[in-house]
C-alpha cells in the first residue's frame, strides 16, 4: 500500500532553514505530482506547495512564494521542501500527499491528494 514518511522537521529559530524530506513506496512515485501541506490547530490543512510528476512544473502559495522550493528526485522515491527565511508564522504540522491521478500535469486542489504522509512538525521561534 501507499506509504508516505516525512522527515526533518524540529525546532528552528526565525531566519533559519529546515528542508523537510518525504520517502514514498508502495506505488510508482515518478509517475503522480506530489504536494506539501501545512496544518496549524484548528485550521484546515492547506496546500502549500505542489509539483508535476517530471519535477517540470511547480507551484506556490503567496505566502511561501521565494523561500521555499520543492524538489523531487524519481530515483530515490522523494520529494523535498527546502523552507530558507522562516518565520514564527510557518510554524505548523507538515504532511507530503499524493495525487490521486497519475500524470496530471499538476495538482493544484486539496481534493485533487489522497494519501497523505504522518507529519512532521516545524516550529520557528522569534
Known amino acids: 500500500q501507499v506509504q508516505l514518511v516525512e522527515s526533518g522537521g524540529g525546532l528552528v529559530q526565525a531566519g533559519g532553514s529546515l528542508r523537510l524530506s518525504c520517502t514514498a513506496s508502495?506505488?510508482?512515485?515518478?509517475?503522480?505530482?506530489m504536494g506539501w501541506f501545512r496544518q496549524v490547530p484548528g485550521k484546515e490543512r492547506a496546500l502549500i506547495a505542489g509539483?508535476?510528476?517530471?519535477?517540470?512544473?511547480?507551484v506556490y502559495v503567496d505566502s511561501v512564494k521565494g523561500r521555499f522550493t520543492i524538489s523531487r528526485d524519481n530515483g530515490k522515491n522523494t520529494v523535498y521542501l527546502q523552507m530558507n527565511s522562516l518565520t514564527p508564522e510557518d510554524t505548523a504540522a507538515y504532511y507530503c500527499?499524493?495525487?490521486?491521478?497519475?500524470?496530471?500535469?499538476?495538482?493544484?486542489?486539496?481534493?485533487?491528494?489522497?494519501?497523505w504522509g504522518q507529519g512532521t512538525q516545524v516550529t520557528v521561534s522569534s
Open positions: 509539483i508535476s510528476w517530471n519535477g517540470g512544473n511547480t
Open positions: 500527499a499524493k495525487d490521486r491521478v497519475s500524470w496530471r500535469p499538476i495538482a493544484l486542489e486539496r481534493t485533487n491528494f489522497g494519501s
Open positions: 508502495g506505488y510508482t512515485f515518478s509517475r503522480y505530482s
